[in-house]
């Protein structure tokens, strides 16, 4: 499979944006996709907080299965403040909300004690896709940010006023190298990388490669397949679907969009792909 790298000029653009922004705000959120907790960490943005609190939130909890439950106990046992969330729930709405108040709760005070009230600010940061926008429309109670299901939608950074904290909606930022093919693949699989430069069909055999390995399961009941290569266990799926060309060939690329398709949207239901080894290569731990 070919090396995935993916770093185009906005990217370096708005790191740059974010390491100036950092100074005028408190803490930052860290959004991370739950079923690729180390996979979705950028090393590069938890350096940039330097010395900010920083809160590590889990995302898409509801696309996720116990490994993430595993991870946030990992995470919260090295010492960061961590939790599972769904973006897209408003169950979601006050747990997060305390999470972040008892993250700036002693600066809070500080500005108390000297007479100073202001909002407190978090920069939102996270790789493409993992639910940033959606994220901030929760909390600010309306449709602020602007929200997609592929990677590179926000652009710009938006201030967002969310009761007594303010949010700075920032560009999803991958690291300027992708040193662990591995994980690189797994930010493929759940879209955090832009399509248009992936190999759907090499992106499919490693996803059928890895489901099979950790839940077979799922693919025998939404596919019918029993096992095999990769390539035999692509076959399978693409003449369960009907996706055959005339003169019997099958039609490839119909097969890696309905698996990734599939995958993506939680059809092959919950999963979490990183372990804990993958949290310590990653640095998250």
């Known amino acids: 499979m070919k090396t995935i790298q993916w770093f185009p ?25 739950a079923r690729v907790p180390a996979s979705s960490y950028n090393a590069r943005l938890a350096d940039m907080a330097g010395g900010k609190p920083v809160l590590y939130l889990l995302n898409k909890a509801d696309m996720a299965d116990g490994g993430a439950d595993g991870a946030a106990a990992l995470i919260k046992g090295s010492g960061k403040a961590v939790i599972r969330s769904d973006a897209s729930s408003p169950a979601t709405l006050r747990p997060l909300l305390g999470a972040m108040e008892a993250l700036v709760a002693g600066k809070r005070e500080r500005f108390a004690q000297k007479g100073t009230v202001r909002p407190m600010r978090f920069l939102v940061a996270g790789i493409p896709n993992t639910g940033k926008s959606t994220l901030i429309n929760l909390l600010s109670g309306g449709k602020k940010a602007q929200v997609g299901d592929r990677a590179g939608v926000t652009r710009a950074k938006q201030w967002v006023r969310c009761g007594t904290l303010e949010l700075l909606d920032t560009p999803g930022t991958m690291p300027p190298a992708l040193a662990d093919q591995r994980l690189a693949r797994r930010l493929a699989y759940v879209g955090s990388i832009n399509d248009d430069i992936l190999d759907k069909e090499e992106v499919a055999l490693a996803l059928l490669e890895e489901l099979w390995e950790k839940y077979p399961d799922r693919l025998a009941q939404r596919y019918a397949i029993g096992g095999g290569t990769p390539l035999e266990m692509y076959e399978a799926l693409c003449a369960r679907r009907g996706f055959v060309l005339r003169g019997g060939e099958y039609d490839y690329t119909r097969g890696a969009l309905a698996l990734l398709d599939d995958f993506r949207k939680g059809r092959l239901g919950r999963v979490c792909l990183d372990n804990e080894e993958d949290l310590k290569a990653a640095g998250l731990i």
């Not at 990217?11 to 860290?30: G, T």
């Open 9 to 33: 000029g906005h990217m370096a653009k708005a790191m740059r944006m974010m390491e100036e922004s950092l100074k005028l705000c408190d803490a930052v959120l860290f959004v991370l996709d």
